[in-house]
T-cell receptor
Framework: NAGVTQTPKFQVLKTGQSMTLQCAQD?????MYWYRQDPGMGLRLIYY???????DKGEVPNGYNVSRLNKREFSLRLESAAPSQTSVYFC??????????????FGPGTRLTVL | AQSVTQLDSQVPVFEEAPVELRCNYS??????LFWYVQYPNQGLQLLLK??????LVKGINGFEAEFNKSQTSFHLRKPSVHISDTAEYFC???????????FGEGTQLTVNP
């Protein structure tokens, strides 16, 4: 039972390159999230998917796209990387249902540097 | 819109001393409140959460937090810290009808011997 896995763990890109961050979960959760973590700014929501087939923008979606491939997988794509996207990216999952006091479970993160 | 402010970015303490990490939130509606911990080079994990009922919530590793609605606060406390408590701590809020979790900026707790 791996929980939430993310690949890759580390990545260095040049400005303008593209890449996809992968997230997979085996917790049978409906909701999945992508956050970025920057020093002194906490975690900020990029995109989320409340259920398979749906995605919504979060607080900082510009420069990113997402795909909810199936219930298990939620990918984050940077089409043309910029130095401002240097960050640590976390995927999280959450069981659906009300009330929305469910715990979010986080992956180990991807450290991305854009030169 | 909801927001969270963690009043201290860094808190250094000595081992076995008590500690309080402060969190204030802002929302016009009812909220759920959370504290998450992040150990170095790891993802976040839940320490405790307040959904309803008793305002004093106990979590893992001896931590507890008290929900104060009048002061819109949710401070985290531990009576005696260990070296292993060194980590970054995040307060988070979600409106009871909302789908998004909003995190504070984080507080780095460093426990010194």
């Amino acid at each position: 039972n791996a929980g939430v896995t993310q690949t890759p763990k580390f990545q260095v890109l040049k400005t303008g390159q593209s890449m996809t961050l992968q997230c997979a979960q085996d917790m049978n959760h409906n909701s999945m999230y992508w956050y970025r973590q920057d020093p002194g700014m906490g975690l900020r929501l990029i995109y989320y998917s409340a259920s398979e087939g749906t995605t919504d923008k979060g607080e900082v979606p510009n420069g990113y796209n997402v795909s909810r491939l199936n219930k298990r997988e939620f990918s984050l794509r940077l089409e043309s990387a910029a130095p401002s996207q240097t960050s640590v990216y976390f995927c999280a999952t959450e069981g659906a249902g009300a009330p929305r006091g469910d715990t979010q479970y986080f992956g180990p993160g991807t450290r991305l540097t854009v030169l | 819109a909801q927001s969270v402010t963690q009043l201290d970015s860094q808190v250094p303490v000595f081992e076995e001393a008590p500690v309080e990490l402060r969190c204030n939130y802002s929302s016009s509606v009812s909220v759920y409140l959370f504290w998450y911990v992040q150990y170095p080079n790891q993802g976040l994990q839940l320490l405790l959460k307040y959904l309803s009922g008793s305002t004093l919530v106990k979590g893992i590793n001896g931590f507890e937090a008290e929900f104060n609605k009048s002061q819109t606060s949710f401070h985290l406390r531990k009576p005696s810290v260990h070296i292993s408590d060194t980590a970054e701590y995040f307060c988070a809020v979600r409106e009871t009808s909302g789908s998004r979790l909003t995190f504070g900026e984080g507080t780095q707790l460093t426990v010194n011997p």
